[in-house]
Structure formats: C-alpha cells, structure tokens
C-alpha cells in the first residue's frame, strides 16, 4: 500500500492529478459587477432611495407578504445585486433565492455552469414539448460556442434547463425582469452561480471530514483515519479503507489478493479507473458480485446511505438507526427545502461527494486521476432512466424507507405487479392458469 505521498515520483504525482486546462467559460466571461446602478438603470427601475437595515428574520424561514407586488420586489432585488453583499442580505427576494440556488448543484450535477446554461439552454430544449418556458435571445449569444455543443450535451443541458424552474419556481418571472438589461442579467446569473457554488461548498465542508466518523471497520488491514487528520493526502489509494472502498466492485478480488501492489498501479497511472467502474461503496457490502447481474446489490449501501443521511437529514441521523431527520437547532437541508423524497440526482451527489471525501485530492477539483466526476455523476442518474424497472423501483422504494421511514414508501401498483411472490402475482398466475385450462377443453 502507497502510504506516502514522498514515494511517488514527482513525474507520477504531475500525471496523477493532471487536469485538462479549463476552457474558457462563459461564466468567465460574466463576472459579477459591482457597478453602481447608472442613470439609465435607475430610470429603468424607478427605485426610489431608502434606508435599510439588516432584517432579524431568521435566514431559513420563507418570505412572507405574498401579496407584495412582483415586479416591486424584482426592481429592489436587482439595486441589491449592483450593490454589496450585506445589501443582499437584506432583501427577502434574493434571500430566497439564495436558499434554492444552493440546491442547483445538488440536482442538476457538478459541473453545471449556470452561465453556458441560461444562455444556451433555452436553445436545447424540444420546442414542443416546452412551449411554455421562456426563449431569451441573448445578444452574448455565442452561435459558434452553441454549434460546437454534442447532441448528447445538448439533450444533457436541455433537461437541466427544465429542471431548472422545478428549483426556482419563480425564474420564468426572474428571466424575464433581468433579461431585459444586460447588466442586470449579468448579476442575476452571477447571483446563481456564486449560491450554487456555496451549496456545493457547505456540503463538501460538511462530509470532508464526517466521512471519518462513517468509515466502516476492515478489520487488522486498516491505518486508522482520524477526525484530527484535517489532510487528505494519506486517503484515496494511500489507505486500505479508502482505496477498498473507491476500488472497482468488478476488481475487489485482485485488489484484496495484493492491495499494495494495486493501489501502487493505480497511483502510478499503470491501472486506471473511470467513472463507469462503479466503486466498492456503491454496492451491499456482504452481497457477492455478479458479472451477470450487475444490478444486485448496486447502491444498497449502508455506508453510502449514512453519507446521505449526514449530508441530506442531520449528522444525528446517520447514527441513528430509525429513518428520518435528527437534529438539534438549524434544520437539515432536506428539511429546511421541506424536501421529503430520496430522488436519483440526490443520490447521485451523494456518490460524487463521497467519492472525493474518501480520493486524496486535497481541495475540490472536478477529476481524480481518470475518475471525472461529472461523468460519475451522470451514470448514477442514468441507471434511473427507466421508470418502469424493477431494479428503479424498488431501489428508490430502498432508499426512501430507509430515509424517511414507511410513511414515506407509497403503494406503487408498477412494484406490486413486479413483485412475483406476492399474494396478489400468485392469484393472477393462477386465473391465468385456469383460464388457459378452460380454453385448452373447449378448444
């Protein structure tokens, strides 16, 4: 096991966390202003001056005043963006939207760029089928940029697009009020971006160290990980525990056979791993692996479900063994959304956030070694595809009870009429049985 990082060689540790240089975005390209508002942008708004002082409502609760006028909110949310963070905070309107914005990662992936996705995204939707979502045609429309997109990420982008307005209900209002001034669409998409990122951050601050407190025992094979371990570069392919777990379930027999020498391989390029080799900790630990039926056991993990119940419902919950919420003083972020379903993108950034809080990379980046980890986040989601499998059914079904308990676990006729063994599948068979009998004599 290469448990320092001085044994690799300079040259191996330049490979092994190499990363394509990052294009240049359109997020780049869009950073947030600071500029007070000109002439023409107050006239535009007609806001008068006021003084504000900090609100003493608590961050967490809704805004109220559901009759205040939109548009009124609108123009005071978009002085507040000209002007400091501090002035933001005060308006009701952006603390709001601040709140849903910390989920746009956590559901639509972590590679997603809310500037390449407001500008090109209503371009990559099905004209029919989403009519009713707005078509902004931006003058930083890049048609170049727009044509070197894939079919594969377009299709990608257009369902985020969508599944956009499910996060902030209110962004057909928002695109609308902000879109018409360059400017104001410019601070507005660097409001999102900037409180998706923070999302992001406060769960990886969150798990990059309670991963700790979750890792399961393997016995006399471990070096033990400690919560006084603030660094990360003994993890990943460095430790027994960590590597076990971010090891391919397809290659744990040649990884337990000799996991010094593949671990070694590993961290030297000589083995490579990608996002499709699903990892040890996506699979129920004492199920045996079936290269014929890759779908047994896959994302039944208990550890894995322990990251999710930290991250997701409470530190308190993932020990304790009754589903649903334990927490003392702020409320989870699941609760505090009033979000009360397990769903596959949540599950998915549990996978990409557990998969950094076990790799060695010291701070955030986006790939570790040849694992990307928007592409990880992508298979996760994709093996939900379909509705009507079995396999989606009842893993969903899995993860909501052992979440937030039975209430939580509606009766699904689709799992039912999967269930071979039930009381209901045995009397179907055997009307069938009966009636093919009754055919067969009078034929």
């Not at 806001?47 to 909110?73: A, F, H, I, V, Y």
């Not at 676990?409 to 049985?433: G, I």
Request: glycine share 4%.
């Amino acid at each position: 096991m290469p448990r320092q990082r001085s044994e690799v060689s300079a040259a191996t540790k330049k490979t092994r966390n190499s990363r394509n240089p990052p294009a240049i975005t359109t997020q780049q390209r869009l950073r947030e202003s600071t500029t007070p508002l000109n002439a023409e942008e107050e006239q535009d708004l007609d806001l008068n001056n006021r003084d504000r002082s900090e609100s003493s409502e608590d961050e967490d609760d809704p805004m109220e005043d559901e009759n205040e006028d939109t548009k009124t909110c609108l123009k005071e949310a978009a002085r507040a963006l000209s002007r400091d963070k501090h002035t933001q905070s005060c308006s009701k309107y952006l603390r709001k939207l601040r709140r849903q914005a910390r989920w746009i990662k956590r559901l639509l992936g972590p590679a997603v760029d809310m500037s390449d996705l407001l500008l090109y995204g209503p371009f990559c939707l099905d004209s029919d089928l989403d009519a009713n979502l707005p078509d902004l045609s931006l003058d930083a429309f890049d048609q170049e940029s727009f044509d070197n997109i894939c079919d594969e990420d377009r299709q990608r982008m257009g369902n985020q697009y969508r599944s956009l307005f499910n996060i902030i209900p209110s962004l057909r209002t928002d695109l609308e009020f902000f879109a018409a001034n360059e400017t104001r669409m410019l601070r507005f998409t660097s409001f999102l971006s900037e409180n998706a990122d923070a999302g992001r951050r406060d769960d990886v601050k969150i798990i990059k160290q309670g991963i700790v407190e979750l890792l399961p025992d393997n016995g006399e094979n471990d070096t033990p990980i400690t919560v006084q371990d603030r660094s990360k570069a003994e993890r990943g392919w460095y430790n027994f525990a960590t590597a076990r777990l971010l090891c391919s379930r397809s290659m744990l027999g040649a990884f337990e056979d000799n996991s010094d020498t593949f671990a070694t391989e590993v961290v030297e390029g000589r083995r490579c791993l990608h996002a499709g080799d699903f990892m040890t900790f996506l699979y129920e630990e004492d199920a045996d692996y079936d290269e014929l039926d890759v779908e047994s056991g896959f994302l039944r993990n208990k550890f894995l479900l322990k990251v999710f119940r930290y991250i997701f419902t409470g530190r308190a919950s993932a020990f304790s063994s009754t589903p649903g919420p334990s927490y003392i003083g702020r409320a989870p972020i699941a609760v505090a959304a009033k979000r009360t379903t397990v769903t596959p993108e949540m599950i998915a950034w549990t996978v990409v956030m557990t998969y950094f809080a076990l790799c060695s990379q010291e701070t955030w980046c986006l790939r570790d070694g040849g694992v990307y980890l928007p592409d990880l986040w992508n298979e996760i989601v994709e093996v939900f595809e379909d509705k009507e499998s079995r396999w989606v059914i009842e893993t969903l079904q899995w993860w909501n009870f052992h979440v937030w308990g039975p209430s939580s676990v509606k009766a699904d006729l689709r799992f039912q009429r999967h269930s071979q063994t039930s009381t209901a599948a045995k009397l179907r068979a055997q009307r069938a049985a009966r009636k093919a009998a009754r055919e067969s004599s009078t034929g």
